[in-house]
């Protein structure tokens, strides 16, 4: 399936991509940046930490779904699909679903976005600077689906995903 989407490069305006969604033995190549590892495969460990200070690490999610949004304050698509993971937050979450939105940035914009938002999704930063690199994240925004066995069910890149991502979690049993 191929079809187009926005994303945001550090220092560089929108651009539409295109993106592929891979049959699942396949790597999914999405426009600039490529799953880091075949649809179906366990997904990299790694560990962000919480805005109050404390580091978790992905694996101590097995067991759930797992959806995780990485974004930035200063990427336009990132901005405008945050509504869209709130809800899904809201409504995954009591199905089990794990939502982890996660920036590479400083906490000052990021929480006073939240608070005039009234976000209340779980947020992390990658303080370490190991989930973008692990995960192969060049341009923003990326979604990037978790099956509860800790697999990689689906790697979206860009604005516009909504529909692929609801059935991306329809599959593991969390309707939103």
Excluded at 70 to 92: D, E, R, S, V
Aim: glycine share 8%; aromatic share 8%.
């Amino acid at each position: 399936m191929i079809l187009a989407a926005s994303s945001c490069a550090p220092d560089q305006p929108a651009k539409p991509v295109a993106v592929t969604t891979q049959a699942p033995a396949a790597a999914a190549d999405t426009g600039g940046s490529i799953a880091p590892v075949p649809i179906g495969n366990p997904a990299p460990d790694f560990t962000v930490t919480s805005f109050d200070g404390k580091p978790t690490k992905l694996s101590e999610l097995r067991g759930h779904p797992v959806l995780i949004d990485y974004w930035a304050t200063w990427c336009p698509p990132c901005i405008h699909g945050l509504p869209h993971t709130q809800a899904i937050f809201k409504a995954g979450s009591p199905q089990g679903l794990k939502v982890m939105t996660i920036c590479d940035q400083d906490l000052t914009p990021v929480k006073s976005l939240f608070k005039a938002n009234g976000y209340t999704f779980p947020a992390f930063v990658d303080t370490y600077h190991e989930m973008g690199p692990k995960y192969n994240i060049d341009v923003i925004p990326v979604e990037i689906v978790i099956d509860a066995k800790g697999n990689l069910v689906d790697y979206l890149v860009g604005d516009g995903q909504e529909q692929i991502l609801k059935a991306d979690l329809a599959k593991l049993g969390v309707k939103v």
